[in-house]
């Protein structure tokens, strides 16, 4: 009974979780104006794509998805590729005031990320990057959790191993590529999964940074697409699927690594 009880609760969780998902899905499948009625259906009457070709076709929509999508994947390799030799760093190597400035580190994170935008602002401003895809991707190039979570998972490589690769004649860097690069893997997959979630839902700061439109990410897209459609729940409702989908079938196809990343990074 205890089991029934559990997995019933849990079912109903899903249930509440998944039910707004579907229904935006359901609607962007509907005719005009058939989501306003009362009751709201469940779902469609006479499904149609009209909304997605409408919205594929108009305001720049699709060049939007193929510019978050290249803004997301760079965000993922370069900050990937920093947090990753940051963390291990941090993990395995020592050098002078290396706990001080980890915990320095550690001690930003209560800052909000709204603080630091108008002097992150002002700085890009003096080096020329307002408008640039850049000026976009820098402050996603490394993050403090990001760095927290590879040290602490780097923590757990035995330290037998990379004195083994030593003696054997391995350098620093051929240990770190050859040894703990295999060994990273769930962890890496996880903070590459939280850059190219973190880029590819980020609406704040694109909309700081670019003003041409022809820069615009899709978020920023769909924002400015909303007040000439927001009277047209079926139209918005297919722009959100866009949006949405994407980042969703990736987390379900990678979730088995980013559990076990998050689990075994955070065991010292």
């Excluded at 359901?26 to 469609?44: D, R």
């Excluded at 590529?177 to 996880?190: A, H, R």
């Excluded at 700081?208 to 820069?215: A, E, F, K, P, S």
């Amino acid at each position: 009974m205890k089991k029934l009880w559990v997995n019933g609760l849990l079912a109903l969780l899903a249930l509440v979780t998944v039910f707004p998902l579907v229904w935006m899905l359901c609607v962007s499948f509907m005719q005009p104006g058939e989501a306003a009625s009362l009751p709201p259906p469940l779902l469609p009457q006479h499904p149609t794509l009209q909304h997605y070709e409408k919205l594929l076709g108009s305001g720049g929509i699709g060049r939007a998805f193929f510019n978050s999508l290249l803004l997301a994947i760079g965000t993922t390799v370069v900050s990937t590729t920093l947090n990753t030799l940051a963390g291990y760093a941090f993990a395995r190597l020592r050098f002078r005031h290396r706990d001080r400035v980890f915990a320095l580190l550690l001690a930003a994170l209560v800052i909000p990320g709204q603080v630091a935008m108008l002097p992150l602002f002002l700085m890009l401003k003096g080096l020329g990057l307002v408008n640039t895809w850049m000026g976009v991707l820098v402050p996603g190039m490394a993050g403090i959790f990001g760095i927290f979570l590879v040290r602490q998972y780097a923590l757990n490589v035995p330290q037998d191993l990379l004195e083994a690769a030593r003696i054997d004649g391995a350098g620093e860097w051929r240990t770190f590529v050859s040894v703990v690069l295999p060994l990273l893997t769930p962890v890496l997959v996880t903070l590459a999964l939280f850059a190219f979630l973190g880029s590819w839902n980020d609406f704040m700061w694109p909309l700081i940074m670019l003003t041409d439109g022809d820069l615009h990410t899709l978020p920023v897209a769909l924002a400015a697409l909303s007040r000439e459609h927001v009277q047209d729940s079926e139209f918005m409702m297919a722009g959100a699927v866009i949006t949405v989908l994407p980042v969703l079938l990736l987390f379900i196809a990678l979730q088995r690594f980013y559990l076990q990343g998050l689990m075994l990074g955070g065991v010292k």
